[in-house]
């Protein structure tokens, strides 16, 4: 279980088509499910895909208190899983 927090210097989003092969096709939905419904779908722009090997978390919210949800959300994901998960999540004001 691996949990790294990464942004891509470039400013790049994710290509929700790279790299399918990896990982098993419902494993990022059901990630992205499991956020939605811990933040009650308070991230903006979420999208849950794979890039560089990992598993890409990328979105958008209004406070630190969602951005904290959807890093429980993950842990809770991967405690179970061996996937190594990037995060790239940017509060707004």
Do not use: N
Not at 53 to 79: C, E, N, P, S
């Amino acid at each position: 279980m691996t949990l790294q927090r990464l942004f891509p210097k470039d400013g790049s989003t994710i290509d929700s088509r790279a790299e399918p092969a990896l990982f098993p096709e419902d494993v990022g939905a059901r990630l992205k499910q499991q956020i939605e419904a811990r933040t009650g779908r308070r991230v903006q722009e979420l999208c849950v895909a794979p890039r560089d090997g990992r598993l890409w978390v990328q979105g958008r919210v209004k406070t630190y208190h969602v951005k904290q949800l959807i890093l429980a959300a993950v842990m809770d994901f991967i405690a179970e899983r061996k996937l190594t998960v990037g995060l790239d999540i940017c509060v707004i004001a």
